[in-house]
């Protein structure tokens, strides 16, 4: 259970809301971060990039040349575990358990299809990267399944991750964001869908084992929303997150996506600001040109929530740094 707790002076203070449109000096310089970025895009290879599970310096520093241009100077890479032929054993096949056959075969060959990258040899590149100078951090994107996560934690102990965001991607063996499976929304019932996909949320954001919840409300991702936002689902995710000691990520993925707005939504954002839940700043880019990209605007919608503070990871403990500017001076 979460005892972990957020760093000073969010354990201590309330943090200050800020007038619109005000600037606050900075007094410390930090670096503006991108902490959701992968080094291979998802389907079948298409010959741009390297071969997945390869992972050459130049392209690694496409991702900084990118970066830079957006406005961002560290990287905080964060590969998907699901995706590593290495997680097979401790993931095993978390889809057999779910009674609808259809989602369950979906499942099984979509992940058979995914996983061709290798942990070990993406651990192995960023530490490189970050030996070479590089201002990187290794980070890992962690699906969460309530039966395997003691395990998955266990296994994960001996990297030397700076942090781990952890996502739910999937209820059962219905990945909710894949379009392939969209009709499921319509069959389970609008309501039900986004019940079910929070709870399993808000069980990743108490559990404590993670540092910061990607993409916190990713149920939204194929423009599939309810008519009036669920309120109290956000207000117990929120209170969880808080329990958890994780911190959450304000991405600008979404605006790419059917739903076409940020992770979270303004009022969920809110909601993890009045309880004092730490925020980073993400793109969830899956090729160098998208990193760092509008981050920007994820900084205009945490200042706009009341946020003049991001929290940063070196090997699992948390440091809160100012929130830069936003897009005005990006
Ligand atoms: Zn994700
Ligand atoms: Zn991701």
Not at 219 to 231: A, C, T, W
Not at 254 to 262: N, R
């Amino acid at each position: 259970m979460g005892t972990r707790g957020f760093p000073v002076p969010y354990g201590d203070e309330k943090p200050v809301r800020i007038a619109a449109g005000r600037t606050q000096s900075m007094t410390t310089l930090a670096v503006m971060g991108d902490y959701h970025v992968h080094l291979h895009p998802h389907g079948p290879y298409t010959g741009k990039g390297p071969p997945p599970g390869q992972y050459p310096i130049d392209h690694i520093e496409a991702y900084f040349e990118a970066a830079h241009a957006n406005g961002a100077e560290e990287v905080g890479f964060t590969e998907h575990l699901y995706r590593c032929i290495e997680s097979k054993p401790v993931l095993g096949k978390w889809w057999m358990d779910d009674p609808r056959k259809d989602l369950r075969e979906f499942t099984k060959s979509y992940v058979r299809s995914e996983r061709v990258l290798s942990l070990e040899r993406y651990v192995q590149a960023v530490v490189d990267a970050k030996d070479r100078g590089l201002p990187v951090k290794l980070g890992l994107e962690v699906d969460f399944f309530p039966q395997n996560v003691e395990a998955v934690v266990e296994f994960l102990a001996p990297y030397p991750f700076d942090y781990l965001i952890a996502s739910t991607h999937w209820v059962g063996a219905w990945g909710i964001d894949l379009e392939e499976q969209e009709y499921e929304f319509e069959r389970r019932g609008y309501r039900t869908a986004y019940e079910e996909y929070f709870a399993l949320e808000t069980d990743l954001a108490r559990s404590g084992h993670f540092d910061v919840l990607a993409h916190a409300d990713v149920v939204k991702k194929r423009g599939v929303f309810l008519d009036s936002e669920p309120l109290d689902l956000y207000e117990e995710l929120a209170v969880a997150a808080a329990r958890g000691g994780t911190a959450v990520e304000v991405s600008t993925a979404g605006l790419y996506q059917p739903a076409a707005e940020m992770y979270p939504s303004e009022s969920l954002l809110e909601r993890f600001f009045n309880h004092r839940v730490p925020i980073t700043i993400a793109s969830d880019a899956h090729v160098p040109e998208h990193c760092g990209r509008d981050m920007g605007k994820a900084i205009d919608l945490a200042r706009s929530v009341g946020y003049t503070q991001r929290i940063e990871f070196t090997k699992r403990v948390g440091n809160l740094v100012p929130l830069e500017p936003g897009s005005s001076s990006l």
